[in-house]
T-cell receptor, first 115, second 113 residues
Framework: NAGVTQTPKFRILKIGQSMTLQCAQD?????MYWYRQDPGMGLKLIYY???????DKGEVPNGYNVSRSTTEDFPLRLELAAPSQTSVYFC??????????????FGPGTRLTVL | DAKTTQPNSMESNEEEPVHLPCNHS???????IHWYRQLPSQGPEYVIH???SNVNNRMASLAIAEDRKSSTLILHRATLRDAAVYYC??????????????FGQGTELSVKP
Protein backbone atom coordinates (compact mmCIF):
# COMPACT_ATOMS: atom_id res chain seq x y z
CA ASN A 1 0.00 0.00 0.00
CA ALA A 2 1.16 3.51 -0.80
CA GLY A 3 -0.84 4.82 2.17
CA VAL A 4 -1.77 8.51 1.92
CA THR A 5 -0.22 10.37 -0.99
CA GLN A 6 -0.23 14.10 -1.60
CA THR A 7 0.67 16.16 -4.64
CA PRO A 8 2.39 18.45 -5.22
CA LYS A 9 5.14 18.40 -2.59
CA PHE A 10 5.90 22.10 -3.01
CA ARG A 11 4.14 24.99 -4.70
CA ILE A 12 4.54 28.75 -4.93
CA LEU A 13 1.43 30.75 -5.77
CA LYS A 14 0.88 34.41 -6.47
CA ILE A 15 -1.78 36.29 -4.54
CA GLY A 16 -5.17 35.71 -6.11
CA GLN A 17 -4.26 32.48 -7.92
CA SER A 18 -6.14 29.25 -7.29
CA MET A 19 -4.97 25.67 -6.98
CA THR A 20 -6.05 22.22 -5.93
CA LEU A 21 -4.06 20.12 -3.50
CA GLN A 22 -4.52 16.45 -4.24
CA CYS A 23 -4.85 13.71 -1.64
CA ALA A 24 -5.41 10.02 -2.25
CA GLN A 25 -5.43 6.95 -0.02
CA ASP A 26 -5.46 3.28 -0.97
CA UNK A 27 -6.48 1.81 2.39
CA UNK A 28 -10.24 1.97 1.74
CA UNK A 29 -10.64 4.42 4.62
CA UNK A 30 -13.98 6.10 5.06
CA UNK A 31 -12.72 9.15 6.95
CA MET A 32 -10.40 11.76 5.48
CA TYR A 33 -9.08 15.05 6.83
CA TRP A 34 -7.21 18.17 5.77
CA TYR A 35 -5.01 19.98 8.25
CA ARG A 36 -2.69 22.95 7.95
CA GLN A 37 0.40 23.62 10.02
CA ASP A 38 1.89 27.08 10.34
CA PRO A 39 5.56 27.39 11.40
CA GLY A 40 6.16 26.32 15.01
CA MET A 41 2.50 25.50 15.58
CA GLY A 42 0.37 22.40 15.90
CA LEU A 43 -1.95 21.26 13.14
CA LYS A 44 -5.35 22.87 12.60
CA LEU A 45 -8.25 21.05 10.94
CA ILE A 46 -9.58 22.65 7.76
CA TYR A 47 -12.21 20.18 6.51
CA TYR A 48 -13.03 16.56 6.96
CA UNK A 49 -15.16 13.89 5.34
CA UNK A 50 -16.82 10.81 6.82
CA UNK A 51 -17.52 9.20 3.46
CA UNK A 52 -18.01 9.86 -0.23
CA UNK A 53 -20.35 12.80 -0.74
CA UNK A 54 -20.16 13.98 2.89
CA UNK A 55 -17.92 16.81 4.04
CA ASP A 56 -17.88 19.16 7.01
CA LYS A 57 -15.95 22.19 8.21
CA GLY A 58 -13.16 22.08 10.75
CA GLU A 59 -11.59 24.90 12.76
CA VAL A 60 -10.23 27.00 9.87
CA PRO A 61 -12.31 26.43 6.68
CA ASN A 62 -12.37 29.99 5.31
CA GLY A 63 -10.71 30.32 1.92
CA TYR A 64 -10.90 26.59 1.16
CA ASN A 65 -13.31 24.15 -0.45
CA VAL A 66 -13.37 20.37 -0.60
CA SER A 67 -15.22 17.62 -2.40
CA ARG A 68 -15.33 13.87 -1.92
CA SER A 69 -16.69 12.09 -4.96
CA THR A 70 -14.83 8.82 -4.31
CA THR A 71 -13.63 6.97 -1.23
CA GLU A 72 -10.01 7.30 -2.38
CA ASP A 73 -9.70 11.01 -3.18
CA PHE A 74 -10.19 14.16 -1.13
CA PRO A 75 -8.93 17.27 -2.98
CA LEU A 76 -8.58 20.63 -1.27
CA ARG A 77 -9.24 23.73 -3.37
CA LEU A 78 -7.76 27.14 -2.61
CA GLU A 79 -9.57 30.00 -4.29
CA LEU A 80 -7.97 33.47 -4.42
CA ALA A 81 -4.78 32.55 -2.56
CA ALA A 82 -3.65 34.93 0.19
CA PRO A 83 -0.31 35.17 2.06
CA SER A 84 -2.12 33.94 5.20
CA GLN A 85 -2.53 30.57 3.45
CA THR A 86 1.22 30.02 3.37
CA SER A 87 1.53 26.82 5.34
CA VAL A 88 2.20 23.09 5.17
CA TYR A 89 -0.92 21.11 4.35
CA PHE A 90 -1.40 17.56 5.56
CA CYS A 91 -4.02 15.10 4.46
CA UNK A 92 -4.96 12.18 6.70
CA UNK A 93 -7.29 9.22 6.64
CA UNK A 94 -8.70 6.67 9.05
CA UNK A 95 -10.85 3.60 8.75
CA UNK A 96 -13.38 4.41 11.41
CA UNK A 97 -12.68 6.33 14.63
CA UNK A 98 -13.78 3.58 16.95
CA UNK A 99 -12.04 2.68 20.15
CA UNK A 100 -9.43 0.10 19.18
CA UNK A 101 -8.81 1.17 15.59
CA UNK A 102 -8.73 4.92 16.10
CA UNK A 103 -5.62 5.75 14.09
CA UNK A 104 -5.12 8.53 11.57
CA UNK A 105 -2.56 8.03 8.82
CA PHE A 106 -0.97 11.19 7.50
CA GLY A 107 0.49 12.04 4.14
CA PRO A 108 3.91 13.68 3.69
CA GLY A 109 2.47 17.16 3.27
CA THR A 110 2.38 19.92 0.66
CA ARG A 111 4.42 23.03 1.39
CA LEU A 112 2.62 26.04 -0.06
CA THR A 113 3.98 29.59 -0.27
CA VAL A 114 1.79 32.49 -1.39
CA LEU A 115 3.69 35.61 -2.50
CA ASP B 1 -12.63 18.63 23.09
CA ALA B 2 -10.86 19.06 26.42
CA LYS B 3 -7.54 20.85 26.56
CA THR B 4 -4.15 19.30 27.30
CA THR B 5 -1.00 20.86 28.75
CA GLN B 6 2.48 19.63 27.84
CA PRO B 7 5.98 21.00 28.45
CA ASN B 8 7.30 22.87 25.43
CA SER B 9 10.51 20.87 25.28
CA MET B 10 12.40 18.01 26.90
CA GLU B 11 15.84 16.52 26.52
CA SER B 12 16.92 12.92 26.80
CA ASN B 13 20.06 10.88 26.40
CA GLU B 14 20.19 8.11 23.87
CA GLU B 15 19.29 4.64 25.17
CA GLU B 16 17.69 6.05 28.33
CA PRO B 17 13.97 5.96 29.10
CA VAL B 18 11.92 9.09 28.45
CA HIS B 19 8.74 10.07 30.27
CA LEU B 20 6.66 12.67 28.46
CA PRO B 21 3.93 14.13 30.69
CA CYS B 22 0.52 15.45 29.73
CA ASN B 23 -2.04 17.14 31.98
CA HIS B 24 -5.72 17.03 31.11
CA SER B 25 -7.55 18.05 34.26
CA UNK B 26 -10.88 18.68 32.48
CA UNK B 27 -11.00 15.28 30.77
CA UNK B 28 -14.48 13.77 30.43
CA UNK B 29 -15.45 10.14 30.83
CA UNK B 30 -15.72 9.63 27.07
CA UNK B 31 -12.36 11.21 26.15
CA UNK B 32 -9.71 8.86 24.81
CA ILE B 33 -6.07 9.96 25.26
CA HIS B 34 -4.12 9.85 22.01
CA TRP B 35 -0.44 10.42 21.33
CA TYR B 36 0.98 11.30 17.94
CA ARG B 37 4.48 12.34 17.05
CA GLN B 38 5.88 14.39 14.20
CA LEU B 39 9.40 13.77 13.00
CA PRO B 40 11.15 16.73 11.32
CA SER B 41 9.66 17.58 7.91
CA GLN B 42 7.15 14.72 8.08
CA GLY B 43 3.47 14.28 8.77
CA PRO B 44 2.38 13.17 12.22
CA GLU B 45 2.33 9.47 13.01
CA TYR B 46 0.21 7.61 15.52
CA VAL B 47 1.98 6.39 18.64
CA ILE B 48 -0.59 5.02 21.08
CA HIS B 49 -3.98 5.69 22.67
CA UNK B 50 -5.96 4.56 25.69
CA UNK B 51 -8.97 5.22 27.87
CA UNK B 52 -8.36 4.11 31.46
CA SER B 53 -5.88 1.27 31.60
CA ASN B 54 -2.19 1.48 30.81
CA VAL B 55 -1.39 0.49 27.25
CA ASN B 56 1.71 -0.95 25.61
CA ASN B 57 2.68 -1.36 22.00
CA ARG B 58 5.88 -1.81 20.07
CA MET B 59 6.59 1.92 20.02
CA ALA B 60 5.78 3.04 23.55
CA SER B 61 3.77 2.67 26.74
CA LEU B 62 0.99 4.90 27.96
CA ALA B 63 0.52 5.29 31.70
CA ILE B 64 -2.80 6.86 32.71
CA ALA B 65 -3.34 8.25 36.19
CA GLU B 66 -6.13 6.68 38.22
CA ASP B 67 -8.17 9.91 38.15
CA ARG B 68 -7.34 10.29 34.42
CA LYS B 69 -6.32 13.91 34.90
CA SER B 70 -2.83 13.19 33.60
CA SER B 71 -0.96 10.66 31.50
CA THR B 72 2.63 9.85 30.59
CA LEU B 73 4.02 8.56 27.35
CA ILE B 74 7.02 6.32 28.02
CA LEU B 75 9.69 5.60 25.45
CA HIS B 76 11.66 2.77 26.99
CA ARG B 77 14.98 3.40 25.26
CA ALA B 78 15.26 6.66 23.35
CA THR B 79 17.06 6.59 20.04
CA LEU B 80 18.11 9.50 17.86
CA ARG B 81 15.16 8.62 15.61
CA ASP B 82 12.78 9.45 18.45
CA ALA B 83 13.63 13.16 18.27
CA ALA B 84 10.28 14.67 17.34
CA VAL B 85 7.36 16.78 18.54
CA TYR B 86 5.01 14.65 20.63
CA TYR B 87 1.34 15.62 20.79
CA CYS B 88 -1.06 14.54 23.52
CA UNK B 89 -4.65 14.81 22.23
CA UNK B 90 -8.01 14.08 23.81
CA UNK B 91 -10.76 12.80 21.56
CA UNK B 92 -14.35 12.48 22.73
CA UNK B 93 -15.68 9.20 21.41
CA UNK B 94 -19.32 10.25 21.74
CA UNK B 95 -19.40 13.90 20.68
CA UNK B 96 -16.59 13.73 18.14
CA UNK B 97 -17.69 10.86 15.96
CA UNK B 98 -16.04 12.53 12.98
CA UNK B 99 -12.71 11.55 14.53
CA UNK B 100 -11.27 15.06 14.39
CA UNK B 101 -7.97 15.59 16.20
CA UNK B 102 -7.32 18.91 17.94
CA PHE B 103 -3.56 19.44 18.10
CA GLY B 104 -1.87 21.62 20.70
CA GLN B 105 1.74 22.74 20.48
CA GLY B 106 3.20 19.47 21.76
CA THR B 107 6.53 18.68 23.42
CA GLU B 108 9.66 18.90 21.34
CA LEU B 109 11.90 16.01 22.39
CA SER B 110 15.60 16.19 21.62
CA VAL B 111 17.81 13.14 22.08
CA LYS B 112 21.52 13.51 22.76
CA PRO B 113 23.98 10.81 21.67
Amino acid sequence: NAGVTQTPKFRILKIGQSMTLQCAQDMNHNYMYWYRQDPGMGLKLIYYSVGAGITDKGEVPNGYNVSRSTTEDFPLRLELAAPSQTSVYFCASSYYPGDDTDTQYFGPGTRLTVL
Amino acid sequence: DAKTTQPNSMESNEEEPVHLPCNHSTISGTDYIHWYRQLPSQGPEYVIHGLTSNVNNRMASLAIAEDRKSSTLILHRATLRDAAVYYCILRDMIYNQGGKLIFGQGTELSVKP
